[in-house]
């Protein structure tokens, strides 16, 4: 999408793009394009995401202060991968490929952050992944652009670290005070419906959040 648009001009300048590489060093706009939100659509080779009902209480312990599993590939998942895999740290648990016998939905749901590094892409499926599963996402990217920013105050349920803090994200995510991360996760908690995809649509899921976007770049508003 990103490249096709940049190769027409009149469409680049002229349309609502609506993009999941929100990166705005690709020529992504906040002004005018929209960032789409990554989600593994459910089929028949995938588990379906955990239903609120399913989810661990609030109260719930997370023994694991910060989870990443996942494909090293961009410029970012290598650092993050040479600095805190194999540490043997348990508060700190980062794999390329999950060890046998570890739930990938399961440990999101006992973590209290989840690393969502940028890959080829600057957006990653992690991001909503966490956010399902009671997650607080910690955003370690250049140049992206978070879905629904005209509306949704990502530093109300998310972290960014800088590329520069990943030899310190522990420190960086344990100074962050007890109440501060229980304000953080009930706010993951009030925007998760903002992330779901129903079928048919419901009052302000993603289907709806995307059009709500698109409808404030035709009319050219900008809030906040």
């Not at 990166?23 to 588990?47: A, Q």
């Not at 739930?103 to 990653?124: H, I, N, T, W």
């Not at 960086?172 to 005070?177: A, F, K, M, N």
């Amino acid at each position: 999408g990103p490249h096709v648009t940049r190769a027409h001009p009149l469409l680049y300048n002229s349309s609502i793009r609506v993009l999941c590489n929100a990166n705005t060093s690709e020529g992504f706009d906040p002004r005018k394009d929209v960032s789409l939100p990554e989600i593994n659509v459910r089929t028949g080779r995938h588990s379906p995401k955990p239903h609120a009902s399913s989810l661990p209480e609030s109260s719930a312990p997370r023994p694991v202060l910060a989870f990443f599993a996942g494909g090293v590939h961009g410029p970012i998942r290598p650092l993050l991968l040479h600095h805190w895999q194999n540490r043997g740290d348990p508060e700190v648990r980062v794999y390329e490929y999950l060890p046998y016998g570890l739930d990938y939905q399961q440990m999101m749901q006992r973590s209290k952050f989840c690393l969502c590094p940028s890959g080829y892409e600057v957006a990653s499926p992690r991001v909503v992944e966490a956010i399902h599963a009671g997650c607080v996402p910690v955003l370690v990217s250049d140049h992206y652009v978070p879905p629904f920013s005209d509306v949704l105050r990502w530093e109300a349920f998310s972290v960014r670290v800088e590329v520069a803090q990943i030899p310190d994200v522990k420190t960086v995510l344990r100074s962050i005070p007890e109440d501060e991360y229980r304000r953080l996760r009930d706010g993951v908690r009030a925007v998760r419906r903002h992330f779901a995809l129903n079928q048919p649509a419901k009052r302000l899921d993603v289907f709806h959040m995307v059009l709500h976007s698109v409808w404030l770049r035709r009319l050219n508003i900008r809030l906040g």
